[in-house]
């Protein structure tokens, strides 16, 4: 209990620290006791952040953030439907949104809250990420809620969940966790639709696994990967350090660069419909999408 409230009060400290500043130095000119109310007020809503009381009220307070609109709920429905799929329990959770905040984000905020800022809602209306990419996003703010874990890589698929937090962690029902062993560590993971195979992108090569990451073989002739994709049951998509787009149509046997590099990749991926293959790439500058032997801003 004590290790639990430490990792959320670790969580919590920008706020709290900015919150603690301000109270403070207002505080500090006002009359005493308006100066004692307000450091009263505020360290009770930090408590009842930690305990989960009246934790929405809280999470307003702490975050400036707001529950969402009837408009913003239906355009991150789909994204939270497809982390339900995969056993990501978003029904007992609460989604609020920080008005302003541009970049892309997600994160929990005490036991039930996820808050996930304006960009992301905005990012997905404007179709800029797909429906797999943001629940990617709500699925980090939604795993790593309270503070207890921080993935910097995650990827779903048939309720299997496999995630990098400093350790890797899997989950075959997005409740239970096991931890397993992976060296070097990942940039990323990729799992294949039938979840049979993981793939690991590292600095010393991709990785693949086809036994749920108890043992890892290199992925001989791949590329030095930086991101990977699974666009269906044999094609595999990655994006080198350097932004070269590569694409394998045999489960990464063989690869064939697509297009020339785009940037410095930040996110990426696949959907293969019957011959067609889509592939989106976010850059450090843009957000790219494949068309027909290069790549260009999505129409």
């Known amino acids: 209990m004590v290790l639990t409230t430490m990792r959320k009060v670790l969580a919590y400290g920008p706020a709290v620290v900015v919150s603690t500043v301000l109270t403070f130095t207002v505080g500090a000119v006002l009359p005493a006791t308006l100066g004692l109310a307000m450091f009263v007020g505020g360290l009770a809503t930090l408590v009842a952040l930690l305990l989960g009381a009246d934790e929405a009220l809280a999470v307003r307070l702490l975050f400036r953030a707001r529950e969402l609109n009837a408009a913003e709920a239906a355009v991150l429905a789909p994204a939270v439907a497809l982390l339900c799929q995969h056993g990501v329990p978003m029904g007992a959770l609460r989604l609020q949104v920080q008005d302003g905040a541009v970049p892309i984000a997600a994160g929990g905020a005490g036991r039930r809250t996820v808050v996930v800022s304006a960009g992301l809602v905005a990012a997905v209306r404007d179709r800029q990420l797909l429906v797999d990419q943001a629940a990617a996003v709500l699925g980090h703010g939604a795993l790593s809620r309270a503070g207890l874990s921080d993935f910097h890589t995650m990827t779903a698929r048939n309720r299997v969940i496999a995630a990098y937090d400093g350790t890797l962690r899997i989950s075959q029902d997005g409740t239970t966790w096991r931890t397993a062993s992976i060296d070097p560590a ?59 787009v590569t694409l394998s149509r045999d489960r990464g046997r063989s690869w064939t660069n697509v297009g020339k590099a785009v940037g410095q990749p ?26 027909g032997g290069g790549f260009g801003t999505p129409a």
């Open 186 to 244: 990942p940039r990323d993971l990729a799992l294949s639709p039938d979840a049979a195979t993981l793939v690991a992108t590292t600095e010393k090569g991709p990785l693949v696994s086809t036994d749920l990451a108890l043992s890892w073989q290199p992925m001989a002739g791949a590329p030095l990967l930086l991101l990977a994709a699974w666009a269906d049951a044999t094609t595999l998509v990655g994006a080198t350090p350097t932004g070269q």
């Open 266 to 291: 930040q996110a990426l991926s696949a959907t293969a419909t019957g011959k067609k293959l889509e592939v989106l790439v976010v850059t450090d500058r843009a957000i790219l999408a494949s068309t």
